[in-house]
């Protein structure tokens, strides 16, 4: 085999070095679907290609005796079985290799959890209703999603560690099951800093809007690239992600504009080699802002 030119084989490793790291600092987008009946289909969000993960949002009633119930606003009614109808748009998306989560909470609803029983019965529910179990009656059909999202922001913060724990327990029955998180930005979160602390959670999308001490504000990124280093360096996670919303209208406060996240947030946060990407609240605002559209190649 011929040599190569000493200049040109020298510089192969760098090449090789450079390659790997821009390929670990490649991020991904997850969204938020669910809430707003006039967002489109689940199989369209996906269709687009612009999502790695998408969170159905959200089983806003669970716990301390509840009957569990799944709340996607005027997508269907699960009381009328409605909801099974998802089932093929859930398979779609897996077919493109888009993982799908059940999302736990929202700021609106009534859960907690009242002790370690409690959490172990509520990890019984979601894995026989949407995971890999059985029930009679599934509510989004025969789709096994493939894990849960805790986004916990009312009810207290007791025995989510030990849901974790419980659910985390299920991947030895055979197909993992992912857990996510989407805690507020101000660490540790009221909610979810005990859970979190067990280190069982694949992916972490930190809300980085509509909490002022933390988030982007009028072309300062200081407040947030800070708080992203402290959730770095304490949080044990596959990949951690930052949490925005993709429109001016769907959060508060906290809105980065593309060429912002592009040019001064995203080179900043990449430094982590927990980068994981984005996470978007929430496909409505996304659908009509194309935010994930003109960010997808820089995240």
């Known amino acids: 085999m011929a040599s190569l030119p000493k200049n040109l084989s020298l510089s192969l490793p760098l090449l090789l070095l450079g390659f790997l790291i821009s390929s670990a600092q490649a991020g991904s987008i997850a969204v938020y679907w669910g809430q ?93 209703n949407y995971l890999g179990g059985k029930s009679f009656n599934r509510p989004l059909g025969s789709a096994i999603l493939d894990g849960i999202d805790f986004d916990i922001e009312l009810g207290g913060s007791k025995y989510y560690d030990d849901l974790a724990k419980f659910l985390s327990a299920y991947s030895k029955s055979g197909k993992k099951v992912y857990l996510t998180a989407a805690p507020q930005c101000p660490y540790p979160d009221s909610h979810l800093g005990k859970a979190l602390s067990t280190g069982l959670f694949d992916y972490v999308w930190v809300q980085f809007y509509n909490n002022r001490p933390c988030e982007y504000r009028s072309g300062d990124i ?20 930052v949490g925005l919303p993709a429109s001016t209208a769907a959060a508060g406060s906290g809105y980065i504009p ?27 605002f996304d659908a009509k802002n194309n935010y994930s559209g003109q960010v997808k190649r820089d995240a």
């Open 258 to 284: 593309p060429n912002v996240l592009k040019n001064k947030v995203l080179p900043v946060v990449k430094r982590s080699a927990k980068y994981g990407g984005i996470m978007l609240w929430s496909r409505y």
């Open 36 to 128: 707003n009946g006039r967002e489109g289909t689940l199989k369209a969000a996906c269709d687009t290609g612009n999502y790695a993960y998408v969170m159905l949002s959200f089983l806003t009633t669970f716990g301390n005796g509840r009957t569990p119930v799944l709340n996607l606003a005027g997508h269907c009614n699960p009381s009328s079985g409605s909801c099974k109808g998802l089932t093929s748009d859930i398979k779609s998306c897996q077919a493109k290799g888009i993982k799908v989560f059940l999302s736990l909470g929202g700021g609106a609803g009534s859960y907690s959890l009242s002790s370690k029983s409690d959490a172990n019965k509520v990890a019984q529910y979601l894995w026989n």
């Open 222 to 241: 200081t407040k947030l690239t800070s708080s992203w280093n402290t959730w770095v360096r304490n949080i044990k996670a596959t990949k951690i992600f």
